[in-house]
């Protein structure tokens, strides 16, 4: 009995968790490249899974070009956030751009109403991926969508911010704004490109999360808290500690249902995070965000 | 301008039918209170547009008492302050007859308190029961609701069940006030059926996952499990128990559910699920001499003239609207005079008013008037409400 | 101030002469909403304390307001005439409590600042979902008892909130302004702009800070006693996160620090997007578009 419970948390964490691992990649290259808290990420993965989904119902698309098209619109979406937000106010305080993007994501979902409407949507399932047995393991089709899309998305994102030279000037803007500049780096252009990357890594979340739930005009903020608390769980500055952060706040919230009750879940996970960010060690203070 | 036509022809082809007097003299202002942003904008939405197209009906139809009805409605914002503020200027600026709506339980309360101490007639289209709960919840004289009872569907769950020799279930209900409500009576009326709960969970309505909960009922072995819930979650933890592997238990859902939406987001687990609904759900299972087949066929066309239907495809909430129009033209006429007291005088004696969800007879102690009878319990088949065998 | 020419006191002045005429010229049923927006205006002055004094971001300043107007409405209905016990007490208590929770998080940096503040909010919200038994849970809770007063008798009735809201902003501004100006209210800034400096001069951070955010609790806490008692019903999404976001976003469109300009703001835009309401299904754009446009004409007048 106890084994089964086990695999369940297994794969119902699994399933929560890749997807706040997604968004709290996003929050968290966006943190590190401007020092910007963004309000707006669970909008970027309501408008992209929309898009994606108005796509599909003109045309046929195969799972390859499906992930294509929402990792472009996810882009795009990301960079016009950048160009709304941040891009007109790059002086301003870090406080005056984070509540932009909270204005940011009302309009977005104004958008999303006046386009797609109040009623929940239902996009249809794009990656056929089938269920998944693994020994005493058990993985819903849902699960195995998001872990790929995760990994996937994880190791693409990787390689790009290692070997490519805009990722290397993303990451140094990242570690020291001031040497990347005197380094020749534009910082405005990093700045828009990790919200752009933020907001194709929101609409393959949107991949794995609308064909379960729907997509509906009020779903952004309580999906982009989630990435916000993964991210914070992980840290914000390496990127597969963030991803970590989403898998462990997913196994947690499970866990917490199983073991105790679904009533008492949302305190628990919440009280537990806050005991987290006091407790943590003090290291170099000046470095914690 | 061809849907313009229809729905003037629409409007305009009973009055000729009936050759009803246009009313004339001062209109009756009714005060509409909708939720049209916000959590609960699905619902209240269209409420609002039938509210519309109902008092635009009824106005081509001689109006009430021979005289015109106006309609001014304000959005509540899903929040209970702001549906105080709205009840406030509608009472005390607009100098309304009586209030309909608003749309959520706590938009509702909140209204409550202060329509009960104004002396203010309010047919209420939320969920809830504790508006006419009383009790804790104060007096409700002028307080009335038109969707069923939270029991009534509750009975009719339990009754079903028992039907079908189902005694072991299990509960699982979203942390809001519906759900909260749900449980409280699924849990009171349990011993009266016989029925054992061996399990409860609850779930955060905005949530994205409940296989955990899912598994850890079905751990318990039920024969039924009833999720409590309006709105997507239900379609999602439908999702989630068909993922489940093993023996499932049978799924019944709350009558919050039934329409189109939730068939779209469960896609095939909403098959063999369970749940009571209005008579609006299935029309065509209606016998002839049902007293509401008329009234519901004639809402679906005016629904589908109107153009709402495209928007918003008929669900189990949208009659409740027109209910509450249907209450309130009966009790003016009733009362005979548009008099606040007498108009609530006449609400609480109401006998027999066919409406969209049931056929209402209201007394001083049921500001409801609705029964079992006026449920049915559907189950989802191919992709289609049936009635349930 | 320093766009208008006139003084810090003058325009404060005019300020709440201003205020008081709006209150008393207002019909009855029009100040219930000029309340809610004034309900949230004290909400923006709380906030103040721990941001712009102190320059840590909070979110939980819809949890202290709730906590507030629970502990107050729970409280009256045990022991009903007993306000001026209650009131005192519970403003007391939250405020304390705010200081406490203040204290270990106080080195957090803004993100996770933001984060733990949240998740107070989140957890206090949660658990009064839970204790159906004590709060009611989701359904709420009717709110039989007014505040009121020996001799002056029930402080309720529109006029009587307004101008115990407009007490409460006068109130609050009064410690504000004095706060800023004093020894204490220098440490606080020492600790916003520079952490590292201030603590090399001596300063006890999370003392001094423990101060700002425990006035901002208590300040909120009597907010949410005045507005809960006044609506006749609580329920936990009155004071849920929307409030702590909307505090905040008025608080930066005026500017933390500035003590009039985010109250107005408040005031000024909650009211303008009341009067949306024809707009209807592009209420929630045009919301956003005029809340974006607000920040960006803070930002370009500060730039300019």
């Not at chain 1, 290259?29 to 707006?40: E, K, T, V």
């Not at chain 2, 007639?121 to 969920?127: E, R």
């Not at chain 2, 749900?182 to 409940?210: H, Q, Y």
Request: glycine content about 12%.
């Amino acid at each position: 009995m106890l084994a089964l419970y086990l695999a369940q948390i297994v794969n119902s964490g699994l399933a929560l968790g890749a997807v706040y691992g997604l968004m709290a990649l996003g929050f968290s290259l966006i943190y590190c490249a401007s020092r910007l808290i963004n309000f707006a990420q669970g909008e970027l993965l309501l408008l992209g899974g929309l898009g994606i989904a108005t796509l599909a119902g003109v045309m046929r698309l195969s799972p390859l070009v499906a992930v294509a098209a929402a990792a472009l619109a996810g882009f795009l979406l990301g960079r016009a956030l950048f160009a709304t937000t941040l891009g007109l106010t790059l002086r301003a305080s870090p406080l005056r751009q984070l509540m932009l993007t909270v204005a940011a994501s009302l309009v977005f979902q104004g958008v999303a109403i006046l386009a797609w409407g109040k009623n929940p949507l239902m996009p249809p399932r794009l990656l056929p991926l089938p269920d998944l047995r693994l020994g005493p393991l058990f993985f819903g089709r849902d699960t195995v969508t998001a872990l790929a899309l995760a990994f996937c998305a994880m190791a693409v994102l990787g390689v790009f911010l290692k070997y490519s030279r805009l990722g290397r000037a993303l990451r140094a803007t990242s570690q020291n704004a001031v040497a990347a500049r005197l380094m020749g780096i534009d910082p405005v252009l990093c700045h828009a490109l990790s919200f752009a990357l933020a907001g194709a890594l929101a609409s393959l979340a949107a991949l794995a999360v609308g064909p379960q739930t729907g997509l509906r005009y009020d779903m952004g903020l309580g999906l982009g808290l989630k990435g916000f608390a993964a991210a914070t769980i992980g840290g914000y500055t390496s990127l597969p500690r963030v991803f970590l952060g989403g898998l462990a706040l997913g196994l947690c919230e499970a866990a917490l249902v199983l073991f105790l009750s679904g009533e008492l879940k949302e305190t628990a996970t919440y009280a537990l995070i806050i005991v987290l960010l006091v407790a943590a060690p003090a290291e170099s203070e000046a470095e914690r965000p | 301008m061809a849907k313009i036509l229809i729905l003037l022809a629409a409007l305009l082809l009973p009055a000729a039918a009936f050759a009803a007097a246009a009313p004339e003299g001062d209109p009756i202002v009714i005060g509409g209170l909708f939720a049209q942003s916000g959590p609960a904008a699905v619902v209240g939405t269209p409420s609002k547009l039938v509210a519309e197209m109902t008092v635009a009906q009824l106005n081509a139809t001689g109006g009430i008492l021979g005289r015109p009805v106006k309609l001014i409605s304000y959005d509540t914002e899903s929040s209970p302050d702001v549906a105080l503020r709205q009840a406030r200027q509608l009472v005390e600026g607009d100098k309304v007859l009586a209030i309909i709506g608003p749309t959520s339980t706590g938009e509702g309360l909140a209204v409550k308190k202060y329509t009960e101490e104004k002396k203010v007639p309010a047919i209420m289209t939320v969920g809830g029961d504790a508006i006419i709960a009383g009790g804790k919840f104060g007096p409700f004289d002028w307080t009335f609701k038109a969707p069923q009872r939270t029991a009534t569907a509750v009975d009719k769950i339990y009754e079903y069940l028992k039907g079908k020799n189902i005694s072991k279930i299990a509960v699982m209900s979203s942390k809001d006030a519906f759900g909260q409500d749900g449980l409280a009576e699924l849990k009171a009326n349990a011993g009266k059926f016989g029925v054992e709960i061996l399990a409860e969970e609850s779930f955060d309505p905005k949530g994205t996952d409940f296989s955990a909960q899912a598994f850890k009922l079905q751990a318990a072995k039920p024969q039924a499990v009833i999720v409590w819930t309006i709105g997507p979650a239900g379609a999602i933890a439908a999702k989630n128990f068909a993922a489940l592997p093993g023996e499932r238990p049978l799924l019944v859902q709350s009558h919050g559910q039934p329409g189109p939406s939730y068939l779209e987001l469960a896609g095939e687990a909403a098959g063999g699920t369970i749940m009571p609904g209005t008579k609006l759900m299935a029309p065509e299972s209606l016998p002839d001499e049902d007293p509401q087949k008329i009234v519901i066929e004639s809402f679906i066309k005016a629904y589908k003239d109107a153009g709402i239907q495209e928007k918003f495809p008929l669900n189990t909430h949208s009659g409740y609207a027109y209910d509450a129009l249907a209450l309130l033209r009966a009790g003016l006429e009733k009362a005979g005079k548009a008099d606040p007291e007498a108009l609530r005088a006449a609400l609480e004696k109401l006998q027999n008013v066919v409406g969209v969800s049931g056929v209402y007879t209201t007394s001083s102690q049921d500001h409801n008037g609705l029964h079992g009878d006026s449920m049915i319990m559907l189950i989802v088949d191919s992709g289609r409400y049936k009635l349930a065998p | 101030m320093a766009s208008f020419s006139l003084s810090r006191k003058a325009s404060l002045a005019l300020f709440f002469a201003a205020m008081t005429a709006v209150g008393l010229v207002t019909p009855a049923h029009r100040l219930i909403g000029v309340n809610q927006h004034m309900f949230l205006a004290a909400n923006v002055l709380a906030l103040n304390f721990c941001l712009g004094l102190g320059g840590q971001i909070s979110l939980a300043q819809a949890a202290f307001a709730g906590m507030g107007a629970y502990a107050s409405v729970l409280l009256h209905a045990r022991f009903p005439g007993a306000t001026l016990v209650i009131v005192p007490t519970v403003v007391l208590g939250v405020g304390l409590l705010a200081a406490l929770v203040s204290r270990p998080m106080e080195r957090l940096g803004e993100g996770f600042l933001a984060m733990a503040t949240l998740c107070v909010s989140l957890v206090c919200v949660n658990v009064a979902l839970t204790l159906e038994g004590v709060t009611g849970g989701a359904a709420g809770l009717m709110v039989e008892r007014r505040l009121a007063l020996p001799g002056v008798g029930e402080l309720g009735g529109d006029r009587l909130t307004f101008f115990l809201f407009l007490l409460l902003l006068a109130l609050g501004s009064y410690i504000f302004l004095a706060l800023r100006d004093s020894r204490l209210g220098r440490a606080l800034a020492a600790c916003r702009d520079d952490r590292h400096a201030a603590s090399s001069l001596g300063i006890d951070r999370p003392a001094v800070r423990a101060v700002s955010f425990g006035l901002g609790g208590g300040l909120s806490a009597a907010a949410g006693v005045v507005h809960g008692h006044y609506t006749g019903f609580i329920s936990p999404e009155q004071f849920s996160l929307e409030l702590s976001l909307k505090a905040l976003l008025f608080l930066v469109i005026g500017g933390p620090g500035n003590l009039l300009r985010p109250i107005l703001a408040a005031l000024v835009l909650e009211t303008a997007m009341g009067w949306l309401q024809f707009l209807g299904e592009a209420r929630t754009l045009v919301n956003g578009l005029l809340l974006g446009a607000a920040l960006l004409a803070g930002y370009w007048r500060v730039r300019r």
